[in-house]
């Protein structure tokens, strides 16, 4: 079992940057998949982005360019480094972690991407 903690969301002014943090609550390296899901107002959650334990990443088309994923073994962290931000990225942001034991989720942190 691995519980997750997102932090780092605000309120960011377009074209601005911000950087997501998940901290797990136990070692990741043996975490083979990891990511990132959003959800804004009204809408469903849809996924963002991915690293594997080898640290190869996929992204949603609409980040690519904008975002990256990254993960630091050692400190058990995962992130997001949003870039060049858009009022459609404004959502709350979930991170999870998929385990032999099942798929992790973190309890979300907002970003509210406004002028």
């Known amino acids: 079992q691995v519980q997750l903690v997102e932090s780092g969301g605000g309120l960011v002014q377009p074209g601005g940057s911000l950087r997501l943090s998940c901290t797990a609550s136990?070692?990741?390296?043996?975490?083979?998949?990891m990511g990132w899901h959003r959800q804004a107002p009204g809408k469903q959650r849809e996924w963002v982005a991915t690293?594997?334990?080898?640290?190869?990443?996929v992204y949603q088309d609409s980040v690519k360019g904008r975002f990256t994923i990254s993960r630091d073994n050692v400190k058990n962290t995962m992130y997001l480094q949003m870039n060049g931000l858009k009022p459609e990225d404004t959502a709350d942001y979930y991170c999870?972690?998929?385990?032999?034991?099942?798929?992790?989720w973190g309890q979300g942190t907002q970003v509210t991407v406004s002028s």
């Open positions: 999870y972690a998929v385990t032999s034991e099942g798929k992790y």
């Open positions: 690293i594997t334990g080898r640290s190869s990443t």
């Open positions: 136990r070692n990741i390296f043996s975490i083979d998949v």
